[in-house]
């Protein structure tokens, strides 16, 4: 996994509650069988008019204008802003996957989805909760054009606005490790395989039926 | 010091190494795989070198992409028309093979939604761990399981250590009080109480249902609850273990037997939440007030009762739920304040694993039985749940009422629920279905979906709009 440690790119506002990974990324792109190439098709329905299929040419597909990931101005962004419940829905990690096959390295909004904002660091986005009073000052300062980059520091826990305010963010200490540093996260596990053989040796005499292994 | 709740009891038996950063290493006792979330991480496992941790402890069955036309199932996995969703069964095949994992592949008759397959086989037993990739996961929960969705790569953490590291959840009580009207199923009950929590309310939180309408329930009724737990927003739901939960997993194939089925009786009687066990959250729901449910939105917390209507723009309080509700009603073509059976239906699917076992299909095959399909409905399907639900209602001549009515009865599988395969809705179509989740695009480009329950999804079939059960003859 790449690691993170600092990044600064361009923002962009997803002014939306409850953004489900369906619509981060749609059904049809789910028959995939690696992890790349869902960048053209993050935010499918959204970005285009028509319905996508994959293996086509997405390049020549008419343009959804309205939609703000189509605006020159965005179209760089590293870091997106967005509101509640983010990543709401299906467990796919093709979700985040797009996500980072775009460019986006980190998301700002009030809330994540579970499921989602775990999925996340598994493959080095940065979710990050700030309170919504604070990302409402951040869509503010975006759609006023008075914000166009941002950086994030995750040593130190701020994001730093080009106004100089420094915004800083909880995280879970293991996760930070994990992502500063890129780290595997099974090959942590299986260091832990003495005490999983054990946890395992004491549960075959508290509960012998689960280890009858009826599906051998 | 307070009791402990059922969550906190399956937690603290799974713990391998509790850490001082508030994280733990959990164990996990069952593992469940389908074709779309698992190719890259069997990758993964193979690019790192390892091996599945406990090969027995994991079961997979295509259900997402496998068409449900007979003729294209005759074949088996050469037989799937698109190619894309051909090499994913086929990858799943061979990944299976190579690993020595067991799998219901699309010719057993087992083959089926992986959340119905797992308790109807005795896999998903009380006082387990389970994970799938797969959201809904949280079903197996209706056991006395702790049940939760992954992602692909703790599907490649879990195949290589059977382990997780998580932080423990909150405890959410969700309590629902009294009895239940003719009419008022599982399935009310659920979408009722995410309409009032909301699709972020147990974010963060394990639920547990409970209450005299829970206890009243069938297990297959628990599983429509738990299913949607996620919808919630919490990764896991609950119920507590009681003669039902034993009963149900009784004699399966793989429920424990003999003198093991003793002893894991007894520790089973003891998975229910202590007397005086703490949640740090109780939502308390009275039955009587739970009409049979419709979703008129994009987002399963978009609901109201059958008798109800569209919300309109000054029942908002705030500028964001505003611009929610304008964007649903541009998205589902419907008026603020529109009455909802006034809502015409274009299609109408039976089927999912909220939705597909055979207590689903009974129900929806009464209320069709000598009725037709009105003439504006386009399509109505029924897809069992799996396999041996297929069977089953077979054997009982459900599918004969289905057919009679004018209704399709398919072959196993996920189906028009996500329209990864060739079921799908047309762009600007309403579909009363059964499924979980009605948001934009989910059963097909530019689809509407009404999320229902079985009863109410047959009666709209026959009616063409959205009716009220309890008034239906
Ligand atoms: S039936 Fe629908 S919700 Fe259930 S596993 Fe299949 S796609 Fe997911």
Same mark, same amino acid.
């Given at each position: 996994?790449?690691?993170?440690?600092?990044?600064?790119?361009?923002?962009?506002?997803?002014?939306?509650?409850?953004?489900?990974?369906?619509?981060?990324?749609?059904?049809?792109?789910?028959?995939?069988?690696?992890?790349?190439?869902?960048?053209?098709?993050?935010?499918?329905?959204?970005?285009?008019?028509?319905?996508?299929?994959?293996?086509?040419?997405?390049?020549?597909?008419?343009?959804?204008?309205?939609?703000?990931?189509?605006?020159?101005?965005?179209?760089?962004?590293?870091?997106?802003?967005?509101?509640?419940?983010?990543?709401?829905?299906?467990?796919?990690?093709?979700?985040?996957?797009?996500?980072?096959?775009?460019?986006?390295?980190?998301?700002?909004?009030?809330?994540?989805?579970?499921?989602?904002?775990?999925?996340?660091?598994?493959?080095?986005?940065?979710?990050?909760?700030?309170?919504?009073?604070?990302?409402?000052?951040?869509?503010?300062?975006?759609?006023?054009?008075?914000?166009?980059?941002?950086?994030?520091?995750?040593?130190?826990?701020?994001?730093?606005?080009?106004?100089?305010?420094?915004?800083?963010?909880?995280?879970?200490?293991?996760?930070?490790?994990?992502?500063?540093?890129?780290?595997?996260?099974?090959?942590?596990?299986?260091?832990?395989?003495?005490?999983?053989?054990?946890?395992?040796?004491?549960?075959?005499?508290?509960?012998?039926?689960?280890?009858?292994?009826?599906?051998? | 010091?307070?009791?402990?709740?059922?969550?906190?009891?399956?937690?603290?038996?799974?713990?391998?190494?509790?850490?001082?950063?508030?994280?733990?290493?959990?164990?996990?006792?069952?593992?469940?795989?389908?074709?779309?979330?698992?190719?890259?991480?069997?990758?993964?496992?193979?690019?790192?070198?390892?091996?599945?941790?406990?090969?027995?402890?994991?079961?997979?069955?295509?259900?997402?992409?496998?068409?449900?036309?007979?003729?294209?199932?005759?074949?088996?996995?050469?037989?799937?028309?698109?190619?894309?969703?051909?090499?994913?069964?086929?990858?799943?095949?061979?990944?299976?093979?190579?690993?020595?994992?067991?799998?219901?592949?699309?010719?057993?008759?087992?083959?089926?939604?992986?959340?119905?397959?797992?308790?109807?086989?005795?896999?998903?037993?009380?006082?387990?761990?389970?994970?799938?990739?797969?959201?809904?996961?949280?079903?197996?929960?209706?056991?006395?399981?702790?049940?939760?969705?992954?992602?692909?790569?703790?599907?490649?953490?879990?195949?290589?250590?059977?382990?997780?590291?998580?932080?423990?959840?909150?405890?959410?009580?969700?309590?629902?009080?009294?009895?239940?009207?003719?009419?008022?199923?599982?399935?009310?009950?659920?979408?009722?109480?995410?309409?009032?929590?909301?699709?972020?309310?147990?974010?963060?939180?394990?639920?547990?249902?409970?209450?005299?309408?829970?206890?009243?329930?069938?297990?297959?009724?628990?599983?429509?609850?738990?299913?949607?737990?996620?919808?919630?927003?919490?990764?896991?739901?609950?119920?507590?273990?009681?003669?039902?939960?034993?009963?149900?997993?009784?004699?399966?194939?793989?429920?424990?037997?003999?003198?093991?089925?003793?002893?894991?009786?007894?520790?089973?009687?003891?998975?229910?939440?202590?007397?005086?066990?703490?949640?740090?959250?109780?939502?308390?729901?009275?039955?009587?007030?739970?009409?049979?449910?419709?979703?008129?939105?994009?987002?399963?917390?978009?609901?109201?009762?059958?008798?109800?209507?569209?919300?309109?723009?000054?029942?908002?309080?705030?500028?964001?739920?505003?611009?929610?509700?304008?964007?649903?009603?541009?998205?589902?073509?419907?008026?603020?304040?529109?009455?909802?059976?006034?809502?015409?239906?274009?299609?109408?699917?039976?089927?999912?694993?909220?939705?597909?076992?055979?207590?689903?299909?009974?129900?929806?095959?009464?209320?069709?039985?000598?009725?037709?399909?009105?003439?504006?409905?386009?399509? /109505?399907?029924?897809?069992?749940?799996?396999?041996?639900?297929?069977?089953?209602?077979?054997?009982?001549?459900?599918?004969?009422?289905?057919? /009679?009515?004018?209704?399709?009865?398919?072959?196993?599988?996920?189906?028009?629920?996500?329209?990864?395969?060739?079921?799908?809705?047309?762009?600007?179509?309403?579909?009363?279905?059964?499924?979980?989740?009605?948001?934009?695009?989910?059963?097909?480009?530019?689809?509407?979906?009404?999320?229902?329950?079985?009863?109410?999804?047959?009666?709209?079939?026959?009616?063409?709009?959205?009716?009220?059960?309890? /008034?239906?003859?």
């Amino acid at each position: 996994m790449q690691a993170f440690t600092q990044h600064s790119g361009i923002v962009v506002p997803l002014d939306r509650a409850n953004v489900d990974t369906d619509l981060i990324i749609p059904k049809q792109f789910l028959k995939a069988v690696k992890k790349t190439g869902f960048g053209p098709n993050l935010f499918d329905q959204l970005r285009y008019l028509d319905e996508g299929q994959p293996g086509t040419d997405h390049s020549t597909r008419p343009i959804n204008p309205d939609f703000v990931l189509n605006q020159e101005k965005y179209k760089a962004a590293t870091i997106l802003l967005a509101r509640e419940n983010f990543g709401c829905g299906s467990s796919r990690e093709h979700a985040p996957w797009a996500l980072l096959d775009f460019g986006f390295r980190a998301i700002l909004a009030p809330s994540f989805a579970d499921i989602f904002y775990n999925n996340c660091f598994k493959n080095g986005i940065l979710p990050l909760v700030l309170p919504a009073e604070e990302i409402d000052m951040l869509f503010q300062g975006v759609e006023s054009g008075e914000i166009a980059e941002l950086t994030v520091d995750l040593d130190s826990q701020v994001v730093v606005v080009p106004t100089g305010k420094r915004l800083h963010f909880d995280i879970d200490p293991f996760r930070k490790t994990c992502l500063l540093k890129g780290l595997d996260d099974i090959g942590l596990t299986l260091e832990k395989k003495d005490l999983i053989k054990k946890y395992e040796e004491t549960q075959k005499l508290v509960c012998p039926w689960l280890f009858e292994d009826q599906l051998a | 010091m307070s009791g402990k709740t059922l969550y906190d009891k399956l937690w603290d038996s799974h713990i391998v190494e509790q850490r001082d950063d508030g994280t733990a290493l959990i164990y996990i006792d069952r593992h469940l795989l389908h074709e779309v979330t698992s190719p890259q991480a069997f990758e993964g496992l193979n690019l790192a070198g390892r091996k599945p941790w406990r090969t027995a402890a994991n079961l997979a069955t295509p259900d997402h992409n496998v068409p449900t036309i007979k003729d294209e199932r005759v074949a088996g996995i050469k037989g799937i028309m698109d190619p894309l969703s051909r090499l994913q069964v086929e990858i799943l095949d061979v990944n299976c093979r190579e690993q020595g994992i067991v799998q219901f592949g699309m010719e057993d008759k087992r083959q089926g939604i992986v959340h119905v397959v797992g308790p109807e086989q005795g896999l998903t037993q009380p006082g387990m761990t389970i994970v799938c990739g797969d959201s809904h996961t949280s079903t197996h929960g209706a056991l006395g399981a702790l049940a939760q969705g992954i992602g692909t790569s703790e599907v490649e953490h879990v195949l290589s250590t059977q382990c997780l590291v998580q932080k423990k959840m909150k405890n959410m009580l969700i309590r629902v009080d009294g009895q239940l009207g003719a009419g008022v199923t599982a399935k009310d009950i659920v979408l009722h109480a995410i309409g009032v929590i909301g699709t972020a309310g147990g974010t963060g939180y394990t639920i547990e249902f409970g209450g005299e309408a829970v206890a009243a329930l069938s297990i297959e009724g628990r599983m429509t609850l738990c299913n949607m737990a996620i919808e919630a927003g919490a990764r896991a739901g609950l119920v507590a273990v009681d003669a039902k939960t034993i009963e149900y997993v009784k004699g399966r194939p793989l429920a424990p037997k003999g003198a093991m089925w003793e002893k894991a009786v007894k520790y089973w009687q003891t998975l229910v939440s202590d007397k005086d066990a703490h949640f740090d959250e109780l939502v308390v729901i009275n039955s009587a007030d739970i009409e049979p449910q419709v979703t008129w939105g994009t987002s399963p917390e978009m609901v109201t009762g059958v008798c109800g209507r569209v919300p309109t723009m000054d029942m908002m309080d705030s500028a964001s739920k505003r611009d929610s509700l304008r964007r649903a009603l541009s998205y589902m073509g419907l008026n603020e304040g529109q009455s909802i059976q006034d809502i015409q239906l274009d299609r109408v699917f039976i089927g999912s694993c909220t939705n597909s076992r055979i207590e689903d299909l009974r129900a929806a095959a009464k209320v069709v039985k000598g009725k037709k399909v009105a003439s504006s409905i386009k399509q /109505a399907l029924v897809v069992p749940g799996s396999g041996l639900v297929q069977q089953q209602a077979e054997q009982e001549g459900l599918d004969k009422i289905f057919l /009679a009515a004018g209704f399709e009865w398919r072959e196993p599988g996920c189906s028009m629920c996500l329209a990864m395969n060739a079921d799908k809705l047309g762009e600007g179509e309403h579909c009363a279905s059964t499924s979980n989740r009605n948001f934009e695009g989910r059963q097909g480009f530019g689809g509407r979906t009404h999320l229902v329950s079985p009863v109410m999804a047959a009666a709209s079939a026959i009616a063409g709009h959205f009716v009220d059960i309890r /008034a239906w003859n």
